[in-house]
């Protein structure tokens, strides 16, 4: 290049140093800012007697309790007859607890935030993803790789700084459930996997706290409210865990990114009703949303079921037992994000992805069979690749035999076979049942195209 | 009153306005995971008069056998509400199908 001045790897290095700087200072802020809230708290604790700050001198002199700069900020919830002064009060003195500040959490916290609960809680352990970003609305591009409960905790001060914002930068566990649970007055279940939701569940049950929890995935959602005077709770409708093929996840299922968008306001809705004590809170009642055909629906659910072994009249379930229970036993699934890595194969019948692309540099004659559904084909593949879903795989054997005998007649002599999946789990299967059939030599590439992209090829497009 | 009829058992007639029925018609709605397992949204039953939401959703099961997945997980509604597995379908009945969701 022509043109003087300093190169990108100086300017990379320019923004990197500004970034940590920026970081420091924001810092800095956070803490004094948190030190400020201590103190308020402080000193009117005594004459409010709530759990969140009510700052000015006119307090005294308005029975509510709102100071102007709040009538200013909730002056269109306080002109709703239906709401008013009253349901703002109570808000003001709520505390809820959101788990999980992803898709469903996002949009909860937001609109926690602005609309004025006095103490919001985050739990979360995850860092930001990019590939979060087309639902999780709340965390920006700038926070990709930090914690969500930062990126979170900033979003919601950004747009209220008069609340209480609580972090709990941890992944809820059984072991601190029912202390951090318990400093709270409602419950948000936005979380993404079946053994959280047993667990908090049962938290709420245990500590007779109401549970919001929302559920999106796909094109559908969940709504309902748990446990709420008298209501049922999760195991009263769900006695039995589904099967682990049924718990599927955004990660490998898909979701269209406004879908948990919906059902986060809806369960920001809830919570706030339940907190302010306005309407009718949607317990023993569950809404379906339906994004395709545009349809919702509600549907009368059962009464808490006096068999239940959370809540069950007989039952005696015990915080020791909580804390003993193993829910992603109970559920055969983990709470974790991370899908899990079988091994289902002995080490000879699997290759790794540097193997592999050797054998391609080598030109050695092979066939790549790859078992991923056809819309995940679609995204992106490795060259040359044969795509047999492993779900039509019984059916389509024929074909992998037809290349097979073609590459052979081409090569005059054998060819190898491997298979590919995503991650290296579906690869197993296929090539146990490749094995099974008479294809002896199969063998599958460990850690699928996502370990591709991570040992051979980092310019491998990511999903 | 409940009971539960064999579909052979289709001689059995009850008398529902003028018309006399030996098997009543009602409409499924899949919901989630039941969607995935049929690759429908929603289909149409005929089964015998008298039958219990359990029987048709035995009869579904053998229509859609991989609907076995979620047998034990779900909440079945009648007409939009909450029905015990034990519940008479009556004609043109609308019988949900709705496995949880956990994802989010």
Known sequence: MEHKGPDGAAIRREIESLKATKADIESQISSLEARLRDMNLGTEAVSINGSCPLTSAVDVSLRHGLSPDMIHRYSRHLLLPSFGVEAQSNLLKASILVVGAGGLGSPALLYLASCGVGRLGIVDNDVVELNNMHRQIIHTEAYIGQPKVESAAEACRAVNSTIQIVKHKEALRTSNALKIMSQYDIVVDATDNAPSRYMISDCCVLLGKPLVSGAALGLEGQLTVYNYKGGPCYRCLFPTPPPTTACQRCSDSGVLGVVPGIIGCLQALEAIKIASSVGEPLSGRMLLFDALSARIRIVKIRGKSSECAACGETTRFTGEQFQNFDYEKFTQSPMVASPPKLNLLPQDSRISGIEYSKIVKDGEAHILVDVRPEHHFRIVSLPNSLNVPLSALENRVSEISLAMKEIEGQNGKGASLFVICRRGNDSQRAVQYLQKVGFTSAKDIVGGIEGWAGEVDPSFPAY | ?104
């Open chain 2, 1 to 104: 009153m409940e009971r539960q009829m064999e579909p052979e058992m289709e001689t059995s007639t009850a008398s529902s306005g003028d018309k006399v029925l030996s098997s009543i018609s009602i409409k499924v709605l899949f919901f989630a995971r039941a969607r995935d397992l049929t690759g429908l949204s929603e289909t149409p039953l005929v089964v015998p008069y008298g039958s219990t939401a359990n029987y048709c959703l035995e009869a579904l099961i053998s229509k859609f056998p991989r609907l076995e997945e979620i047998h034990h997980c779900m909440v079945l509604a009648l007409n939009e509400e909450y029905a015990a597995g034990s519940s008479t379908v009556k004609d043109n009945d609308e019988l949900a199908i709705i496995p949880p969701i956990s994802g989010g």
